[in-house]
């Protein structure tokens, strides 16, 4: 099994790709979008969950995702047929850091995606390329919450510590006007919905092939979770826009 086969099986049941529950996104969501009519762009949307859920609040919308998976953008067009959104939605099939725009927009997001960027200010940079002025960025990553073992910053990288990471993010130049911690309750929930999940699907799937590789991997990650960061990571949405406007 591909990695993103892996990853769009274990988010069946939260299709969030992040420790967010869905009172939490719509409160983004509402602070990303004071107007509801801002032109959106998803930098690593995966299944476009975050697009989806934006157009279906507000039918004054239009938006786009980027992502590297072709099976992840057909997933998000399969969905926005359902939900009746196609005509707002545009989808790219390439590298978000390489993405090129003729217009920019009202707000640029990307949660859990930094590692296609190298970091959070990479992101944020990146961001900044497509923003229009008075524009916000809706941004989500990780900071250690207590002092990390070794094996846990190799399991997830080298974050910083929460006052740390806003430190910088301000000396960038943004200014925070929203954010959001994920909960204790987010966090876990996003982790036995993730494991829970592949190993559903592998039990499901008796005859399968790749029916041992995803439960020794819903295994793996849960032993990596308990055992490794569950206790020291934490989650970091953020609604920002530039101090110089």
Not at 7 to 16: E, F, N, V
Not at 130 to 151: N, Q, Y
Not at 179 to 194: K, M, N, P, Q, V
């Amino acid at each position: 099994m591909n990695r993103q086969e892996i990853s769009r099986i274990a988010h069946t049941g939260h299709p969030i790709a992040a420790p967010l529950d869905d009172d939490s996104v719509r409160q983004l969501l509402d602070h990303g979008l004071p107007r509801g009519d801002e032109r959106v762009l998803d930098l690593g949307c995966g299944g476009g969950e975050w697009l989806l859920r934006a157009l279906a609040r507000h039918p004054r919308l239009r938006a786009e995702g980027v992502d590297i998976s072709a099976q992840a953008l057909a997933h998000a067009r399969t969905a926005a047929a359902e939900r009746g959104v196609t005509d707002r939605l545009v989808l790219h099939h390439q590298d978000a850091a390489d993405f090129r725009s003729p217009h920019p927009f009202g707000l640029v997001l990307s949660v859990g995606a930094a590692h296609a960027f190298g970091g959070l200010l990479p992101t944020l940079a990146a961001a900044r390329e497509h923003l229009a002025p008075g524009g916000r960025v809706l941004v989500g990553d990780g900071f250690w919450d207590r002092t990390p073992s070794p094996e846990a910053v190799e399991m997830l990288g080298d974050f910083a510590d929460l006052p740390t990471t806003l430190e910088r993010v301000t000396a960038d130049g943004w200014t925070p006007v929203h954010g959001h911690i994920s909960t204790r309750r987010e966090l876990d929930a996003y982790e036995w919905s993730w494991t829970g999940s592949l190993a559903a699907w592998a039990l499901d799937h008796p005859d399968s092939p790749d029916r041992a590789e995803a439960l020794a991997v819903a295994e793996a990650h849960r032993t990596e979770w308990l055992r490794g960061y569950r206790d020291s990571w934490g989650f970091l949405s953020l609604v920002l826009r530039r101090t110089d406007g």
